[in-house]
């Protein structure tokens, strides 16, 4: 059973590790197929890992870290939407804008309100979500295999894993199920043509754009709030910008990007394993090269399949409409 031991601990850490980039990941493609590119994903998430840590120490509360999160996280990403959507500015320079202010505003503020190096004062008990033990899980925990991994891989996260995955399912519904979604696709497909229609382009951007600043308010919260016991200067690590190679990867659609966050979040979680064990001929591998090597296997799947990615018609470009 070491094996099975072995396999539920890398599985239970990707799960773990894929839910930021899963999180920024469904914000991107909301925010891309209204048309609007989002480089600041990484920006939006770091923004709100800091405003969720410093609520939740200040009133107790996690729930109230999170709102505090997504709140800012919106209002960021609302910037976004007005120099892109409203100004029609350039989305890449906005969005690397918008990163460049959530780092230094981030460190700048926690300086001044913590005096720790930009660090949020370590969260305890309330201020932390718990994790959670899912029904049965107990109960199956003693069945061969499927019901060992039951528990200690499904069950036992904290309830922003659930609600991460529940974002999927919601993505998915909408976008191919309702009015709402149909128009949006629409909108990043053919702007003119909703135009025409007598829809509203800019309110389905900002739609979109605000479902996108939620979900990496959602994502910057797990990171700070969940996943680890505070804020840290540049804690989200590049997330942003690999759940945007997650996006391409998986050509734009919910699923499929699921599955690339959960492959990059197993690649993370092996990575980790394996610092500090010597490999039969090589010996030990440095950390440097073991922590690059998500980002260079990122790299390497965005080199075999950028080719066949096709990414909505207008997306990254401002609709200006016809008189």
């Known amino acids: 059973m070491e094996w099975l031991q072995t396999v ?43 405003a969720s840590a410093a609520a939740a120490y200040a009133t107790g509360s996690a729930w109230v870290g999170l709102g505090a999160g997504i709140l800012a996280s919106i209002v960021f990403a609302l910037v976004h939407g007005f120099a892109a959507i409203t100004w029609r500015g350039n989305q890449i320079v906005s969005g690397v804008a918008i990163n460049m202010l959530a780092a230094g505003l981030t460190v700048v503020l926690g300086n001044a309100w913590f005096g720790q190096g930009g660090r949020t004062p370590p969260l305890e008990g309330a201020a932390r979500f718990p994790d959670l033990t899912l029904p049965l899980a107990t109960t199956l925990r003693d069945v061969p295999v499927l019901g060992y991994l039951y528990y200690e891989v499904v069950s036992g996260h904290a309830v922003l894993v659930y609600i991460a995955v529940l974002a999927v399912f919601v993505t998915a519904y909408v976008l191919r199920r309702t009015r709402f979604g149909l128009r949006l696709r629409a909108v990043g497909e053919n702007p003119a043509a909703v135009d025409t229609a007598g829809i509203s382009v800019a309110r389905l951007r900002y739609g979109a754009v605000i479902i996108c600043g939620a979900l990496c308010g959602l994502g910057g919260t797990y990171l700070a709030v969940s996943q680890s016991a505070g804020f840290l200067p540049q804690m989200t690590a590049g997330k942003g910008f690999i759940a945007l190679a997650a996006v391409i990867f998986a050509n734009w659609r919910p699923w499929p990007t699921l599955g690339a966050c959960l492959l990059f979040g197993l690649l993370d979680a092996i990575a980790t394993r394996l610092q500090g064990v010597s490999l039969p001929g090589i010996g030990e591998v440095p950390v440097q090269a073991i922590q690059a090597l998500p980002y260079v296997l990122t790299v390497i799947l965005l080199a075999g399949f950028i080719g066949k990615a096709i990414p909505p018609k207008a997306s990254g470009l401002p609709y200006v409409k016809e008189r």
């Open 8 to 50: 539920a601990v890398i599985l239970d850490s990707a799960i773990r590790l894929s839910i930021p980039l899963l999180c920024a990941a469904m914000a991107g493609l909301w925010s891309e197929r209204s048309g609007v590119v989002d480089i600041g994903l990484e920006g939006k998430m770091l923004v709100a890992a800091f």
